[in-house]
């Protein structure tokens, strides 16, 4: 397996397994209470917290499969941002925790970079 299916993969199984495990088959304690930062009510905090994992999924699969396009990428790229952001913001104390979104998003972000560099060199040679 070359260098960008392996950041195809990687990208989207970690998108899979975010939505999957921490959100919908069990519920991260970690999961509610950065969800419940932002002042919903237990109930509406649940039902975001299922919406993201069922999104988090359905983009995971998109990525895998659209992984050449850039305006996914992009979209990978900023969303991996603006939750390691919103963590930041909203309960900061987990960025010193272990396995934080600093080394999870970060990497993540620098794999989305080697796929959108290749989706780039790809697209010039198109022409």
């Known amino acids: 397996m070359n260098i960008i299916q392996l950041c195809r993969f990687t990208l989207g199984f970690s998108w899979v397994y ?7 088959l069990f519920l991260a304690p970690l999961e509610l209470e950065m969800s419940g930062s932002i002042g919903l009510s237990q109930t509406n905090t649940l039902w975001l917290i299922r919406f993201a994992g069922v999104s988090e999924i359905v983009f995971g699969i998109l990525l ?3 992984y050449r396009n850039a305006k996914i ?3 990978n790229i900023l969303g991996l941002v603006s939750l390691l952001i919103f963590v930041l913001v909203m309960t900061p104390h987990i960025m010193v925790e ?3 979104p600093v080394t999870t998003n970060i990497p993540l972000i620098i794999l989305s970079l ?10 010039s040679t198109d022409i």
């Open 18 to 24: 975010h939505g999957l495990f921490p959100k919908l």
């Open 64 to 66: 895998m499969m659209f």
């Open 73 to 75: 990428l992009g979209v």
């Open 98 to 100: 272990a396995f934080n």
């Open 114 to 123: 080697i796929l959108l560099n290749e989706a780039k060199k790809t697209a």
